[in-house]
């Protein structure tokens, strides 16, 4: 007797749990995969710009500093934490945007998994990429001066969190832009600003008093300054203010990212 063609048993439920870490894990290896892909765009080119910026800023200012050795020290933290801020945001933002450029976001929203599933995915993936670029700066910028964590707490923490944080922003920003030349703008009049007016390549002391408030109210400020605290030992600011406000500031984003995600805003319209 011939086997009938078509399996006439029923479909078998799978029971997913409170979390579908099967669908979770796979988003979060295809983001991961995603600028694994094209490793000299999203990691070797990041390592290039911050070794430029090295040796642009120490001989621009070796006439004026007869010992280079401790501008770099100072500089080389600020450099790390902009790799994870460039990156971790570039990284979430353009998955999301591609993916809706392209048609392929259905891909992504199919499947049975939750906004924070969702969200947890595309953060986790953009959040690695900022980390392995830090990796990576680090060990090219250590032979130009030693990178050795005197406070590895405050390295983690502000670390961590600096990369969370962007790829939250990258979310939103991907989830809110409509074409490429939206997240250009959000990119070259937000990030970029907010980056390079945080201390990266100077102590804010040498800011007139009404600048040095201003910049206190950036958060990446807070995260450049216990991030280079975590191997200079110094800061600039009160470091369990910084702990306390990025905190803070990251427990909003999530909560917004979740809402957005859980709305479907311009991602499922």
Not at 12 to 41: C, D, S
Not at 159 to 176: E, I, N, Q, R
Request: aromatic share 12%; proline share 7%.
């Amino acid at each position: 007797m011939s086997k009938p063609l078509l399996d006439s048993s029923p479909p078998i439920v799978r029971n997913l749990g409170p979390v579908n870490w099967m669908g979770l894990a796979t988003l979060y290896k295809k983001e991961v995969k995603r600028f694994m892909r094209v490793g000299p765009q999203t990691l070797l080119a990041p390592i290039i710009s911050n070794l430029l910026y090295m040796t642009v800023f120490v001989l621009a200012f070796a006439a004026l500093r007869p010992d280079p050795s401790e501008f770099m020290a100072f500089l080389a933290p600020g450099l790390v934490m902009l790799g994870i801020l460039n990156n971790a945001a570039a990284n979430s933002s353009s998955s999301i945007m591609t993916g809706k450029m392209m048609g392929s976001i259905t891909d992504v929203l199919t499947p049975p998994l939750s906004p924070i599933e969702l969200a947890l995915g595309w953060i986790g993936g953009a959040a690695t990429r900022g980390v392995l670029v830090a990796l990576a700066t680090g060990a090219a910028l250590s032979f130009f001066t030693p990178l050795l964590p005197s406070h590895i707490w405050a390295v983690l923490y502000f670390g961590l969190s600096a990369a969370f944080m962007m790829s939250m922003v990258g979310v939103l920003s991907g989830v809110w832009a409509e074409k490429f030349d939206q997240l250009a703008v959000v990119n070259q009049f937000i990030i970029l600003p907010l980056s390079f007016l945080s201390g990266t390549f100077y102590k804010i002391d040498v800011l007139p008093p009404l600048f040095q408030t201003l910049i206190k109210g950036n958060p990446l400020f807070y995260l450049i300054d216990g991030f280079r605290y975590g191997f200079t030992g110094e800061a600039d600011a009160n470091l369990m203010v910084g702990v306390v406000f990025i905190a803070i500031l990251n427990i909003a984003l999530f909560l917004t990212v979740w809402l957005v995600l859980r709305a479907g805003w311009r991602i499922k319209s």
